[in-house]
């Protein structure tokens, strides 16, 4: 059957000397065999697999007779699959055929993370060198600049890329409901509570959980979670029995941690837990010709699935992308080139096309207009370094809180939609 469906089959017994290597292009996957294990052999098995982290491993299942032995839960965790024996045939083919999409589509992961800029070839770098320990990993950035796309990167080229990776946005997050979003909840725990319900940590055990814009995460929460950093435990709620969980915690944020932590919003003893490694995701604008490289992939990967005419950038437009601050980031080139995709009536995209002023046209140079920009900015750098606190603001600016209220809403600022 496997050598019907392509497949060479070479056996290697794990308590004897061995090597596993391919040859260029060859696709390799380990099938662990645990039907006949015995205690003995679990951890000569083990040591082989951990010389080869980055082999996908498919499990046939074991005898039970040393399922608890800590090195075979080790390598179960490795697994993508556990078969049941005796094996289907049909059931092994799917399994290698899933297990060999998943490793294509994974491959390039870290590809996505285009450019080719001093400040992104340092981001892959790091995000190779972070890949490969089991440690948190604290992502900065400004909104749009890839936090997530670098947590699936951290995910895909570690040990756990067979796992489960779990995105998490702890802004969106119902303040009543994220205990049990994330931890689980007993079957009567609350109104509602109709069934027992696993919480997003233990969906992703063995895995990777990504918790984007951790900043917004609530006190009683952030207790919880550093309990799961430092116990590697959680309790569901409703229940007093601790739940093991091994998962690597990553997290996001686009706002200043230390100052939350300085104003009384965020637990320090779990901000030294998180940011153990960090990852500082660069702005756009900072990019140079990164932003006409990633304005061309972007054309190239929307028009192979829509029909458009656009198939390239005039020289203006060019300019214009260069040239434009990017306050959006990479977010925000993605949807003016999709959207200039959609209206350019022309092959080549022009600034009109971008929404973007034509960088060849000098506009007429207004006071006014510079005042009102200043004014703005510095309403909102304030707003920024103080976790959008009025009050602190109102101080950093030496204006009275009605003051910065009418500033906001003068220079059409939405408190609510900023935090």
Same mark, same amino acid.
């Given at each position: 059957m496997l050598a019907a469906a392509g497949w060479q089959l070479r056996v290697v017994a794990g308590d004897a000397p061995a090597r596993i290597g391919m040859r260029t292009g060859d696709r390799v996957i380990g099938l662990v065999d645990l039907r006949a294990l015995t205690a003995e052999q679990v951890a000569p098995l083990a040591r082989l697999l951990e010389a080869h982290s980055e082999l996908p491993l498919i499990a046939l299942d074991g005898s039970g007779a040393v399922e608890q032995h800590p090195a075979l839960e080790r390598i179960l965790t490795r697994c993508s699959e556990r078969l049941v024996s005796p094996v289907n045939a049909q059931q092994l083919a799917q399994a290698l055929a899933a297990c060999e999409r998943t490793r294509a589509d994974t491959a390039g992961d870290i590809d996505r993370l285009v450019g080719a800029s001093p400040a992104m070839l340092e981001v892959r770098a790091t995000v190779h060198r972070y890949a490969r320990v089991d440690l948190p990993v604290l992502i900065t950035g400004e909104t749009g600049t890839g936090k997530e796309l670098a947590a699936r990167a951290l995910h895909d080229l570690s040990a756990r890329r067979w796992r489960p990776f779990v995105a998490v946005n702890c802004g969106a997050l119902s303040p009543t409901l994220v205990q049990s979003e994330l931890f689980g909840h007993e079957?009567? $725990?609350?109104? +509602?509570?109709? $069934? =027992?319900?696993?919480?997003?940590? #233990?969906?992703?055990?063995? +895995?990777?959980?990504?918790?984007? #814009?951790?900043?917004?995460?609530? $006190?009683?929460?952030?207790?919880?979670?550093?309990?799961?950093?430092?116990?590697?435990?959680? #309790?569901?709620?409703?229940?007093?029995?601790?739940?093991?969980?091994?998962?690597?915690? %990553?997290?996001?944020?686009?706002?200043?941690?230390?100052?939350?932590?300085?104003?009384?919003?965020? =637990?320090?003893?779990? /901000? /030294?837990?998180?940011?153990? %490694?960090?990852?500082?995701?660069?702005?756009?604008?900072?990019?140079?010709?990164?932003?006409?490289?990633?304005?061309?992939?972007?054309?190239?990967?929307?028009? #192979?699935?829509?029909?458009?005419?656009?198939?390239?950038?005039?020289?203006?437009a060019r300019r214009a992308l260069r040239e434009h601050a990017w306050p959006g980031n990479v977010r925000e080139l993605l949807n003016r080139v999709r959207r200039a995709a959609v209206v350019s009536e022309q092959e080549l995209i022009r600034p009109a096309d971008l929404h973007l002023a034509d960088p060849t046209l000098q506009p007429a140079i207004c006071l006014d207009d510079r005042r009102e920009h200043a004014e703005r900015q510095a309403v909102l750098d304030a707003l920024r370094a103080c976790g959008y606190n009025v009050s602190e603001c109102a101080r950093r600016l030496r204006v009275s809180r009605v003051t910065v209220y009418r500033l906001c809403r003068k220079h059409r600022l939405q408190l609510q939609a900023l935090r």
């Open positions: 079957r009567g $725990a609350f109104t +509602g509570a109709n $069934a =027992r319900r696993m919480g997003l940590f #233990e969906t992703g055990n063995g +895995g990777t959980v990504f918790l984007d #814009e951790i900043g917004d995460l609530p $006190a009683d929460a952030q207790t919880s979670l550093l309990r799961v950093l430092q116990e590697g435990s959680l #309790e569901r709620v409703g229940s007093n029995q601790s739940v093991h969980v091994d998962v690597r915690v %990553l997290a996001a944020t686009h706002v200043d941690l230390e100052q939350a932590v300085e104003q009384g919003r965020f =637990r320090q003893d779990l /901000y /030294y837990r998180l940011d153990v %490694l960090r990852l500082d995701m660069p702005p756009l604008r900072v990019r140079g010709d990164d932003i006409e490289l990633l304005a061309r992939r972007v054309l190239e990967e929307f028009r #192979e699935h829509n029909q458009v005419r656009a198939r390239g950038f005039d020289a203006d």
